[in-house]
Protein backbone atom coordinates (compact mmCIF):
# COMPACT_ATOMS: atom_id res chain seq x y z
CA UNK A 1 0.00 0.00 0.00
CA UNK A 2 2.89 2.63 0.48
CA UNK A 3 4.37 1.79 -2.76
CA UNK A 4 0.67 2.48 -3.98
CA UNK A 5 0.86 5.82 -2.61
CA UNK A 6 4.08 7.01 -3.45
CA UNK A 7 2.86 6.34 -6.87
CA UNK A 8 -0.24 8.14 -7.28
CA UNK A 9 2.12 11.32 -5.66
CA UNK A 10 4.62 10.93 -8.02
CA UNK A 11 2.07 10.63 -10.79
CA UNK A 12 0.06 13.91 -9.55
CA UNK A 13 2.84 15.63 -9.36
CA UNK A 14 3.67 15.08 -12.80
CA UNK A 15 0.47 15.99 -13.71
CA UNK A 16 0.25 19.27 -12.66
CA UNK A 17 3.72 19.80 -14.17
CA UNK A 18 2.18 19.18 -17.55
CA UNK A 19 -0.92 20.91 -16.57
CA UNK A 20 0.91 24.06 -15.98
CA UNK A 21 3.03 23.83 -19.28
CA UNK A 22 0.36 23.34 -21.59
CA UNK A 23 -1.63 26.87 -19.64
CA UNK A 24 1.59 28.55 -19.75
CA UNK A 25 1.44 27.91 -23.90
CA UNK A 26 -1.94 28.56 -24.53
CA UNK A 27 -1.79 31.68 -22.63
CA UNK A 28 1.30 32.54 -24.21
CA UNK A 29 -0.57 31.73 -27.91
CA UNK A 30 -3.52 34.17 -26.35
CA UNK A 31 -1.42 37.04 -26.87
CA UNK A 32 0.22 36.69 -29.92
CA UNK A 33 -3.37 36.57 -31.52
CA UNK A 34 -3.98 34.11 -34.37
CA UNK A 35 -1.39 31.56 -34.78
CA UNK A 36 -1.05 29.87 -38.78
CA UNK A 37 0.04 26.99 -39.93
CA UNK A 38 3.33 28.18 -42.32
CA UNK A 39 4.07 30.02 -38.61
CA UNK A 40 3.64 26.58 -36.35
CA UNK A 41 5.79 25.38 -39.44
CA UNK A 42 8.42 27.45 -38.84
CA UNK A 43 7.39 30.02 -41.88
CA UNK A 44 6.89 33.91 -42.09
CA UNK A 45 3.95 34.93 -43.86
CA UNK A 46 3.88 37.12 -46.49
CA UNK A 47 3.36 40.94 -45.28
CA UNK A 48 0.47 42.21 -47.27
CA UNK A 49 0.80 45.36 -49.13
CA UNK A 50 -1.77 48.61 -49.45
CA UNK A 51 -1.50 50.19 -52.57
CA UNK A 52 -0.59 53.84 -52.05
CA UNK A 53 -3.65 55.78 -53.18
CA UNK A 54 -3.16 57.93 -56.56
CA UNK A 55 -3.49 61.52 -56.49
CA UNK A 56 -4.74 62.83 -59.94
CA UNK A 57 -2.52 65.10 -61.62
CA UNK A 58 -4.45 68.67 -62.04
CA UNK A 59 -4.22 71.24 -64.63
CA UNK A 60 -4.22 74.59 -63.88
CA UNK A 61 -5.85 76.64 -67.67
CA UNK A 62 -3.39 79.04 -68.61
CA UNK A 63 -5.08 82.64 -68.58
CA UNK A 64 -4.47 85.36 -70.95
CA UNK A 65 -2.98 88.46 -69.10
CA UNK A 66 -5.28 91.24 -69.48
CA UNK A 67 -3.44 94.75 -71.26
CA UNK A 68 -1.57 96.50 -68.33
CA UNK A 69 -0.66 99.89 -67.80
CA UNK A 70 2.83 101.03 -67.09
CA UNK A 71 3.90 104.58 -66.16
CA UNK A 72 6.44 105.96 -68.61
CA UNK A 73 9.70 107.74 -67.13
CA UNK A 74 13.11 109.18 -67.49
CA UNK A 75 14.42 106.09 -69.63
CA UNK A 76 11.79 106.51 -72.26
CA UNK A 77 11.72 109.21 -74.88
CA UNK A 78 10.36 112.28 -73.86
CA UNK A 79 7.76 112.60 -76.27
CA UNK A 80 6.16 109.36 -74.32
CA UNK A 81 4.13 111.03 -71.78
CA UNK A 82 1.81 109.29 -69.05
CA UNK A 83 1.11 105.81 -68.86
CA UNK A 84 1.36 102.96 -71.60
CA UNK A 85 -0.71 100.24 -72.23
CA UNK A 86 0.37 97.20 -73.43
CA UNK A 87 -2.08 94.91 -75.72
CA UNK A 88 0.81 92.07 -75.91
CA UNK A 89 3.15 91.34 -73.26
CA UNK A 90 4.33 94.22 -70.99
CA UNK A 91 8.32 94.30 -71.76
CA UNK A 92 8.57 97.41 -69.78
CA UNK A 93 10.44 95.89 -67.37
CA UNK A 94 12.57 93.82 -69.69
CA UNK A 95 16.40 94.99 -69.30
CA UNK A 96 17.15 97.19 -72.49
CA UNK A 97 20.28 95.31 -74.06
CA UNK A 98 19.91 96.36 -77.75
CA UNK A 99 20.39 99.81 -79.56
CA UNK A 100 18.01 100.71 -82.21
CA UNK A 101 17.40 104.02 -84.33
CA UNK A 102 14.66 103.39 -86.53
CA UNK A 103 13.92 105.35 -89.59
CA UNK A 104 10.73 105.07 -92.31
CA UNK A 105 11.05 105.54 -95.38
CA UNK A 106 10.76 103.20 -98.52
CA UNK A 107 10.23 100.49 -95.94
CA UNK A 108 10.27 100.39 -91.72
CA UNK A 109 13.92 100.26 -91.14
CA UNK A 110 14.53 99.05 -87.48
CA UNK A 111 18.54 97.87 -87.10
CA UNK A 112 18.90 96.68 -83.59
CA UNK A 113 22.09 95.71 -82.26
CA UNK A 114 20.84 92.11 -81.19
CA UNK A 115 19.50 90.85 -84.13
CA UNK A 116 22.01 87.89 -85.08
CA UNK A 117 22.54 87.53 -81.09
CA UNK A 118 19.35 86.76 -79.62
CA UNK A 119 18.46 83.02 -80.23
CA UNK A 120 16.06 82.18 -82.96
CA UNK A 121 12.48 79.90 -82.45
CA UNK A 122 11.44 78.20 -85.29
CA UNK A 123 13.78 81.14 -87.42
CA UNK A 124 12.05 83.97 -85.13
CA UNK A 125 14.08 85.73 -82.66
CA UNK A 126 12.14 89.49 -81.69
CA UNK A 127 8.90 91.25 -82.55
CA UNK A 128 8.92 95.01 -83.48
CA UNK A 129 6.38 97.50 -81.83
CA UNK A 130 4.39 100.33 -82.30
CA UNK A 131 4.25 103.08 -79.35
CA UNK A 132 1.46 105.15 -80.59
CA UNK A 133 -0.65 108.01 -78.85
CA UNK A 134 -4.15 107.76 -79.09
CA UNK A 135 -6.67 110.57 -77.83
CA UNK A 136 -4.21 111.15 -75.56
CA UNK A 137 -3.66 107.58 -74.65
CA UNK A 138 0.15 105.52 -75.44
CA UNK A 139 -0.86 102.16 -76.21
CA UNK A 140 1.76 99.72 -77.54
CA UNK A 141 1.41 96.22 -79.81
CA UNK A 142 3.60 93.87 -81.66
CA UNK A 143 2.65 94.17 -85.48
CA UNK A 144 4.76 91.49 -86.64
CA UNK A 145 7.77 89.12 -86.32
CA UNK A 146 11.64 89.23 -87.49
CA UNK A 147 13.47 86.36 -88.41
CA UNK A 148 17.15 85.56 -86.95
CA UNK A 149 19.07 88.64 -88.92
CA UNK A 150 16.23 90.64 -90.23
CA UNK A 151 15.60 94.30 -89.06
CA UNK A 152 13.19 96.04 -91.92
CA UNK A 153 9.13 95.36 -93.26
CA UNK A 154 7.60 96.71 -95.84
CA UNK A 155 5.39 99.60 -94.79
CA UNK A 156 2.16 98.29 -95.72
CA UNK A 157 2.34 96.17 -92.43
CA UNK A 158 1.34 99.25 -91.02
CA UNK A 159 -0.73 101.41 -93.35
CA UNK A 160 -3.35 98.80 -93.75
CA UNK A 161 -2.46 98.11 -97.56
CA UNK A 162 -1.16 94.63 -96.23
CA UNK A 163 -4.37 94.13 -94.27
CA UNK A 164 -4.26 94.97 -90.22
CA UNK A 165 -0.98 93.12 -88.58
CA UNK A 166 -1.93 94.49 -84.58
CA UNK A 167 -4.84 92.83 -84.64
CA UNK A 168 -5.46 94.18 -81.17
CA UNK A 169 -7.96 96.72 -80.20
CA UNK A 170 -7.81 99.54 -80.48
CA UNK A 171 -4.38 99.64 -82.53
CA UNK A 172 -5.67 97.30 -85.30
CA UNK A 173 -8.04 100.52 -86.40
CA UNK A 174 -4.97 102.68 -86.38
CA UNK A 175 -3.60 103.98 -89.93
CA UNK A 176 -0.24 106.09 -89.10
CA UNK A 177 -1.07 109.60 -90.79
CA UNK A 178 1.69 111.65 -92.87
CA UNK A 179 3.60 113.72 -89.95
CA UNK A 180 2.61 111.60 -86.62
CA UNK A 181 5.34 110.94 -84.28
CA UNK A 182 5.28 107.65 -82.95
CA UNK A 183 7.44 104.82 -81.45
CA UNK A 184 9.29 101.69 -82.45
CA UNK A 185 10.81 99.38 -80.68
CA UNK A 186 12.65 95.34 -80.64
CA UNK A 187 12.14 92.67 -78.22
CA UNK A 188 12.52 88.99 -78.04
CA UNK A 189 9.85 87.23 -78.63
CA UNK A 190 6.64 88.53 -76.89
CA UNK A 191 3.85 88.49 -78.98
CA UNK A 192 2.78 85.03 -77.60
CA UNK A 193 3.75 82.79 -74.68
CA UNK A 194 6.89 81.97 -76.35
CA UNK A 195 9.94 83.11 -75.27
CA UNK A 196 13.63 83.31 -76.00
CA UNK A 197 14.76 86.33 -73.93
CA UNK A 198 13.48 88.90 -72.33
CA UNK A 199 15.43 91.30 -73.44
CA UNK A 200 14.27 94.74 -75.68
CA UNK A 201 15.56 97.54 -77.30
CA UNK A 202 15.45 101.22 -76.01
CA UNK A 203 12.42 102.97 -77.63
CA UNK A 204 13.15 105.18 -80.87
CA UNK A 205 10.62 107.86 -82.11
CA UNK A 206 10.30 108.49 -85.67
CA UNK A 207 7.56 110.34 -88.20
CA UNK A 208 5.74 108.84 -91.11
CA UNK A 209 6.50 110.23 -94.54
Not at 92 to 117: D, Q
Not at 155 to 167: A, Q, T
Not at 175 to 191: C, D, N, Q, T, Y
Amino acid sequence: MANIGAWMKAGGAALAVVWLAVGCETSSMDNEGTVTLAQLQGQSAPATETPAAETPATETPATETPATETPTDGGWPAEITGPIKWLHTDVSSWPVTASLSASVGGSINMPYTKARVWPAVGGLNANPWVIVNMNGQWYAATFEWFRFGQTSKPKGVLDGSMGDHIKVSPLNKWRPRSGERFGLMVSGLARTSTRNVKERSNVSMVTWP
